[in-house]
């Protein structure tokens, strides 16, 4: 019985940081979620898909590779888009080179909320790029997903690692008063094998 209980406070416990989680990543333009796998980040990301505000603004959902654009796509019930494929779209990406274009086409303003997973894969050429595609005027949400400590880019940078590190210790407010650290939403709690996140 001792065990059980356990388990469900661990249970209570993920709800409440998933609960907290979801609160920040709709309420702020830039946030970061992070949290090794198996704590909930793909719950948490199919409870951003499931709002009909969000939803009716369009929702961009983005990942560095093939794999992880697959798994995204199906964790969210949508369509979901490699960086490279996002950024040959918009005139950015460089077929022969096999590198993102920081120039290119029109800034891209379709969906209002742009997600971008497996963030810890990100070059600092990748994030570039897609920044400078995107319309941040139109954006109203930008949110970063993964785990800072897995899956080191092949490249140049470790801009996410970066930006959570950044996250974790600033004591910097925006220009509406509001604490950075406050864009950092951390999942702690394993609620489930990593094998099925």
């Not at 969210?76 to 005139?91: C, G, P, V, W």
């Not at 950044?166 to 509406?176: G, I, M, V, Y």
Request: aromatic residues 4%.
């Amino acid at each position: 019985a001792r065990e059980e209980n356990s388990h469900w406070r661990g249970q209570v416990e993920a709800l409440k940081e998933q609960a907290e989680a979801l609160h920040r990543v709709t309420g702020r333009k830039l946030t970061v979620l992070v949290g090794k796998a198996g704590t909930g980040k793909t719950s948490v990301m199919g409870a951003v898909m499931l709002s009909e505000e969000i939803e009716r603004g369009g929702i961009l959902l983005l990942a560095p590779t093939g794999k992880a654009r697959v798994r995204l796509g199906k964790a969210a019930n949508a369509e979901a888009m490699t960086i490279a494929q996002f950024l040959h779209r918009n005139k950015r990406y460089d077929g022969v080179r096999q590198r993102p274009l920081f120039t290119g086409g029109e800034k891209y303003r379709k969906e209002r909320t742009v997600v971008i997973d497996e963030c810890s894969m990100l070059t600092m050429d990748d994030l570039h790029a897609v920044l400078e595609a995107l319309d941040l005027g139109h954006v109203q949400r930008l949110i970063l997903v993964g785990d800072p400590n897995q899956l080191p880019p092949i490249g140049v940078g470790r801009p996410f690692a970066d930006l959570v590190a950044h996250l974790d210790t600033t004591q910097h407010k925006d220009e509406e008063g509001n604490h950075l650290a406050d864009a950092l939403a951390r999942l702690n709690v394993v609620v489930r094998s990593a094998s099925r996140e």
